[in-house]
């Protein structure tokens, strides 16, 4: 992506009525639009009240005027913000009007492009903005900020530095060959990728629950017919959404609800039970059940006391990383009071859906997973920064298994090297330009 040269502008404030509404400007011609505008050059940073006047001179509206000279803007750019009134009729006719003075629409996210172009952001810095904007939780906001203020992007940086360090010196006993063998058998080096793997593992933990707080914490919700899925997803939802009847496979299709429990954004999906069946409709529901199973970072079954055992089976076709939790419901009818206890490493929940009684340690448990309390320093990421580590982690694995058998500097170094690029990735060092098309084409417009 080469370095833009024209004036672009847009409404940066949200449509609809509002006390006051903002038309954001970035580019070289700013300080002739500015200076067109206000009928002189403006103070940096200075707010002045001026009359917005449309080319024949009559007043749009009047309002404050901001300059922010390049490079100190949020773009890097020269930025002008006009401040008037919330109204999406004078809104536009400003728009226009600086229109007509040099600039052009932008397009959605070109603000932040041009900061990222600029190097005010990292890309990782970037997608935050998009992130922070669209956050369904406050922990999800808190997250974002911190990862838009730098917090994740610093933690790859550090892992690069590392990363390149160990390269150099895997590098270095390539140049010299007769002493190669000696210089890779090096324990100082198989400490040096050691520590670098356990730094990653960490990373990628922070990054997953930091995808969690970003997109909130999906539960696929499983068990055979009649066990209580819909009336769970009810009770945690607090509404009538999914239907519950007495008849077994009546939740036919995936119902999803989204939730906040304490400022953590919750997706459930009430799956149909994943039974064999020869019923077509139902056939596809549990073809859905399957699939929402793949996508989930929960799978939470809904049994009861008589059924736990034989319902563990439906367990056995999870995906690798699907955290697993069983609620034993109904525990209403037999009397029993909740409680929690481990069985073969899996938590288990004694709970009534009908009742409520036992669903606020699922809530507990659920808010945990969600990554709250994760501390001050908890940053938000995305799938596509998780991807990029796992391949990172891939890498290192290939690195340590060649200083471990073949000690083939060429090729250690060579997957040092794809290590390096899929990190590069996260902050946008390396990027096409179809991602970064991608990427900030699903912001909002005057971003
Ligand atoms: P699903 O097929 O798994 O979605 O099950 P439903 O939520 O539709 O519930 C099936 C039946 O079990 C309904 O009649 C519910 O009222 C009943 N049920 C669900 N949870 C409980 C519970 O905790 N205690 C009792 N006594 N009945 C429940
Ligand atoms: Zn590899």
Known sequence: MSQPTDTIAAIASAPGAA?????????????LIAQALLGRAPRPRYAHFVSFRDAAGETIDQ????????????????????????????????????????ARLARPGEFTERAFLNGKLDLAQAEAVADLIAARSQAGARAALQSMEGVFSRKVEVLLQALIALRVHIEAAIDFPEEEIDFLADPAITTQLENLRADLRELLREARRGVRLNDGL???????????????????????????????????????????????????ADTAGLRETDDEVER???????????????????????????????????????????LINKIDLGQTTPRAETRGGIACLWASAKTGAGLDAL???????????????????????????EQVGTHLGHTARILATSRAGELAAEELHRAQHALGEITGSYTSDDLLGAIFGSFCIGK
Do not use: W
């Not at 006390?19 to 300080?31: C, N, T």
């Open 63 to 102: 309002g404050l005027l901001l300059h922010f000279p390049a490079p100190a803007s949020y773009t890097g750019e020269h930025v002008l913000e006009l401040q008037g009134h919330g109204s999406a009729v004078l809104l536009d006719a400003l728009l226009r009007r600086v229109c007509e003075l040099g």
């Open 19 to 31: 006390g006051v509404g903002v038309v954001r400007v970035s580019g070289p011609s700013v300080p």
């Open 363 to 389: 809530r507990d448990r659920l808010r945990q997973l969600a990554g709250a309390g994760g501390g001050e320093g908890a940053f938000s990421a995305r799938r596509r920064h998780v991807l990029a580590l």
């Open 284 to 326: 596809e529901g549990v073809r859905r059940a399957h699939g929402e199973l793949q996508r989930a970072d929960v799978a939470l079954l809904v049994t009861t006391e008589a059924d736990v055992d034989a319902d563990l089976a439906f367990f056995d076709v999870l995906p690798a990383g699907v955290e697993r939790m069983v």
């Open 218 to 268: 999906k539960v696929a919700i499983v068990g055979r017919p009649n066990a209580g899925k819909s009336s769970l997803l009810n009770a945690l939802a607090g509404s009538d959404r999914a239907i519950v009847t007495p008849v077994a496979g009546t939740t036919r299709d995936v119902l999803r609800e989204s939730l906040s429990l304490d400022g953590i954004a919750l997706e459930l």
